[in-house]
């Protein structure tokens, strides 16, 4: 029988993984790229800290908050994010992370956004979190997707939350008449028995949907969360206010698309 699909039978299955529960999780393509990218992490936070460089970068991680107070915290996040975003191989090394898983669920033709971003949680502090959101709702295309990387593994409330497709759009679709004047905090108690805690592992990738709710709580597991997040986009999908050149940057044009732009119409002709 012939193939009446186009599609790469991979591309279509993890597609549809992604369109059913808004997320896949996928281990890291490629684990040397991770193991520099949390080294460099934990290189930054040590030199932040006045400390030496642990042997095991995970137990560090996990316990960092023994190490900081919540005061110093956005300092070292801030030198950490600046280390991160200072090296020019951090982000094709992000990106090789879920490449493969990136081409089939948004394209080859792509655009990154320019700064890797770098979430820490300590255990029970309130002053980190990310009240439940969509992108979408604050100058996000829907065309974006985030892939979100731990350094440590986790789970339970030391990760992020998801809403479910099936769940969120009726709810979103009456957003407007049902939550006019809720806080944030009453849309979370709201859905907070419909979202689905984020179980990954370090050595895994999550690339979810930004178009459904998420966000966080106070994380109450006994460790530190650590994780990264950055949005890809097809490339010429249309864009909302985080724009090309200014947050995205074109990363895998191809030859025909270069040579498409590089071209001028027949000049020559005395136009004005
Ligand atoms: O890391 C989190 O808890 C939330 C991340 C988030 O909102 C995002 O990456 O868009
Ligand atoms: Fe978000």
């Known amino acids: 029988m012939s193939n009446t699909t186009f599609l790469e039978p991979g591309a279509e299955?993890?597609?549809?993984?992604?369109?059913?529960?808004?997320?896949?999780?996928?281990?890291?393509?490629?684990?040397?790229?991770?193991?520099?990218?949390?080294?460099?992490?934990?290189?930054?936070?040590?030199?932040?800290?006045?400390?030496?460089?642990?042997?095991?970068?995970?137990?560090?991680?996990?316990?960092?908050?023994?190490?900081?107070?919540?005061?110093?915290?956005?300092?070292?996040?801030?030198?950490?994010?600046?280390?991160?975003?200072?090296?020019?191989?951090?982000?094709?090394?992000?990106?090789?992370?879920?490449?493969?898983?990136?081409?089939?669920?948004?394209?080859?033709?792509?655009?990154?956004?320019?700064?890797?971003?770098?979430?820490?949680?300590?255990?029970?502090?309130?002053?980190?979190?990310?009240?439940?959101?969509?992108?979408?709702?604050s100058g996000d295309s829907p065309y974006e997707i985030v892939v979100w990387v731990p350094l440590v593994d986790c789970y339970d409330t030391k990760s992020m939350y998801l809403m479910p497709p099936d769940k969120d759009r009726p709810l979103q679709a009456r957003m407007g008449e049902v939550f006019k004047n809720a806080s944030a905090q009453e849309l979370f108690q709201h859905i907070e028995h419909h979202v689905q805690w984020m179980n990954v592992p370090f050595g895994h990738v999550l690339v979810f949907s930004q178009t459904l709710m998420h966000g966080n709580q106070p994380n109450l597991v006994p460790e530190t969360r650590w994780s990264m997040n950055c949005r890809f986009k097809s490339l010429f999908s249309p864009y909302a206010d985080k724009r090309l050149g200014e947050f995205f940057e074109p990363i895998t044009a191809r030859a025909a698309t270069q040579m498409a732009l590089d071209y001028d119409l027949p000049g020559g002709f005395g136009d004005v």
């Open 13 to 137: 299955e993890l597609g549809t993984q992604f369109i059913e529960n808004g997320y896949v999780i996928l281990p890291a393509q490629d684990v040397d790229a991770l193991a520099r990218i949390r080294e460099l992490v934990v290189g930054g936070a040590t030199s932040a800290l006045g400390q030496d460089l642990p042997k095991d970068h995970g137990d560090y991680l996990n316990n960092f908050h023994k190490h900081v107070s919540i005061e110093n915290l956005n300092n070292v996040r801030l030198k950490v994010i600046e280390e991160l975003n200072s090296q020019d191989w951090t982000r094709p090394a992000y990106f090789n992370l879920a490449r493969q898983a990136i081409y089939d669920i948004v394209g080859n033709e792509l655009a990154m956004q320019r700064r890797l971003n770098l979430s820490i949680q300590l255990p029970d502090d309130t002053s980190s979190l990310l009240p439940v959101h969509a992108d979408v709702w």
